[in-house]
């Protein structure tokens, strides 16, 4: 199990750029794959970026394509890692709560996108973008 604790959001104009972190601590930490997820209001939880244990790969939904990219640090002492998700050219659409999300895998390079899948989760910080 990991503990995971996000930053970054908060309030941007449409066109601006907002990175939030995603501070994963835990004895094994180093094993997981890491994602992002997010819900706004009456919408379900939807995959936004993932990236393999190594940091190598990554993956993206289509609505986030080309504006957001995901990123790890692996440089810590094995016990925390970092992830980033860079966002870039933010709409109003993309106003959401955004959670972090790790799962456990034995492969360097697998990637996952649905969210039951995941069985950690951070508490999730809210992005607004205005118009």
């Known amino acids: 199990q990991v503990q995971l604790v996000e930053s970054g959001g908060g309030l941007v104009q449409a066109g601006g750029s907002l990175r939030l972190a995603c501070t994963a601590s835990?004895?094994?930490?180093?094993?997981?794959?890491m994602s992002w997820f997010r819900q706004a209001p009456v919408r379900e939880r939807e995959f936004s970026a993932a990236v393999s244990r190594s940091g190598t790969y990554a993956t993206y939904s289509d609505s986030v394509e080309d504006r957001f990219t995901i990123s790890r640090d692996n440089s810590g002492d094995g016990a925390k890692n970092t992830v980033y998700l860079q966002m870039d050219s933010l709409k109003p659409e993309d106003t959401a709560v955004y959670y972090c999300?790790?799962?456990?895998?034995?492969?360097?390079?697998?990637?996952?996108?649905?969210?039951?899948?995941?069985?950690?989760w951070g508490q999730g910080t809210q992005v607004t973008v205005s118009s």
């Open positions: 999300a790790a799962r456990s895998t034995p492969y360097l390079t697998s990637l996952y996108t649905t969210p039951t899948t995941y069985t950690d």
């Open positions: 835990g004895r094994t930490v180093s094993t997981y794959t």
